[in-house]
T-cell receptor, first 114, second 111 residues
Framework: EAQVTQNPRYLITVTGKKLTVTCSQN?????MSWYRQDPGLGLRQIYY???????DKGDVPEGYKVSRKEKRNFPLILESPSPNQTSLYFC?????????????FGPGTRLTVL | RKEVEQDPGPFNVPEGATVAFNCTYS??????FFWYRQDCRKEPKLLMS???SGNEDGRFTAQLNRASQYISLLIRDSKLSDSATYLC????????????FGSGTKLNVKP
């Protein structure tokens, strides 16, 4: 089944404790992206990747890192999480030029930083 | 100013009604437009692309008005299963990899 998976689905952590949210897709998509969703603000793009070893900042990259060492995986790293990073996070993937194609989203990761 | 703005709603309509949402965008150089549907904090899913000439998919019609910088979604003969949040997405011409989502319009279809 074609899908995007994220882990963990739910995470409660404390300020400053490094964490990684994994994202994997099995559709051989070149493009992958991370978003955060907050009430009243909609989805905001954090980082995206056009292919292996090619990443770029979205609108809200501060406090996050990403890497794309393999085509299927695009982990999101929070080196020192803070309470304002409490949010619902979605990973997405798309074939080819992302702007012209459907994005497929993972099920989301609900992160709480205390 | 936000790149994309939507009326958050909720729009409460009876089954069978016709309902329309608009979404305004601020960058006149925007290139591509989409409507996504999101059920109760689940992942968004593509509903339809929006083409310059307008397009229809069953009960759903999407239109683009470049002069006034908005896109619209019309749902005819609403079903209970149409209850969801509808997100508009705008992609700028200067970067085909950046996506700007509206905050969504909530639709409740009631029996």
């Amino acid at each position: 089944e074609a899908q995007v998976t994220q882990n963990p689905r739910y995470l409660i952590t404390v300020t400053g404790k490094k964490l990684t949210v994994t994202c994997s897709q099995n559709m051989n998509h070149e493009y992958m992206s991370w978003y955060r969703q907050d009430p009243g603000l909609g989805l905001r793009q954090i980082y995206y990747s056009m292919n292996v070893e090619v990443t770029d900042k979205g609108d809200v990259p501060e406090g996050y890192k990403v890497s794309r060492k393999e085509k299927r995986n695009f982990p999101l790293i929070l080196e020192s999480p803070s309470p304002n990073q409490t949010s619902l996070y979605f990973c997405a993937s798309s074939s080819g030029l992302a702007g012209g194609n459907e994005q497929f989203f993972g099920p989301g990761t609900r992160l709480t930083v205390l | 100013r936000k790149e994309v703005e939507q009326d958050p709603g909720p729009f409460n309509v009876p089954e069978g009604a016709t309902v329309a949402f608009n979404c305004t965008y601020s960058n006149s150089a925007s290139q591509s437009f989409f409507w996504y549907r999101q059920d109760c904090r689940k992942e968004p899913k593509l509903l339809m692309s929006v083409y310059s000439s307008g397009n229809e998919d069953g009960r759903f019609t999407a239109q683009l008005n470049r002069a006034s910088q908005y896109i619209s979604l019309l749902i005819r003969d609403s079903k209970l299963s149409d209850s969801a949040t509808y997100l508009c997405v705008v992609i700028p011409i200067y970067n085909f990899n950046k996506f700007y989502f509206g905050s969504g319009t909530k639709l409740n279809v009631k029996p």
